[in-house]
């Protein structure tokens, strides 16, 4: 009895410890980033959202206030961006380059629901990486 149940504890704790690590994963790649926006959007999960801008608000208003602010807005402004993002897709590749003051950013192209219609439904959204992980700073 006392083997089975340390043997179920170690796997308990080997569990926790794993997905403590993989926890905020999707911050190693600037794909899995925009990833995260669409999950948040089509599971209305939130609790993420705040991760994705940057400590410094270095980023645009856009991103600040429709996405990484989303879960301390109204339930309108939570019911327009799950709408925006929920079936939001990549579009293409993901584009990483060091601009000259030696910061990584990255554009990746993706579709969203866009209120002024299909035209402007395509965008690119730019990220920054900062102490290895990355952010989003506009679109």
């Given at each position: 009895m006392k083997t089975s149940f340390s043997l179920i504890f170690i796997c308990l704790f080997i569990n926790t410890a794993f997905a403590q690590n993989t926890e905020n994963d999707f911050q190693s790649d600037p794909v899995k980033v925009l990833e995260e926006v669409f999950r948040?959007?089509?599971?209305?999960?939130?609790?993420?959202?705040?991760?994705?801008?940057p400590e410094d608000k270095s980023n645009?208003?856009?991103?600040?206030?429709?996405?990484?602010?989303?879960?301390?807005?109204?339930?309108?402004?939570?019911?327009?961006?799950?709408?925006?993002?929920?079936?939001?897709?990549?579009?293409?590749?993901?584009?990483?380059?060091?601009s000259l003051s030696g910061v990584q950013v990255a554009k990746v192209p993706f579709w969203f629901n866009h209120p002024g219609?299909?035209?402007?439904?395509?965008?690119t959204m730019n990220l920054i990486r900062i102490e290895g992980k990355w952010y989003l700073s506009s679109f």
């Open positions: 948040a959007a089509a599971k209305e999960d939130f609790s993420n959202l705040h991760l994705l801008c645009d208003g856009d991103t600040q206030k429709y996405i990484c602010d989303v879960a301390a807005a109204s339930e309108q402004e939570k019911r327009e961006f799950v709408n925006y993002f929920k079936s939001g897709k990549i579009t293409g590749e993901a584009v990483i380059s060091t219609g299909e035209s402007r439904a395509n965008e």
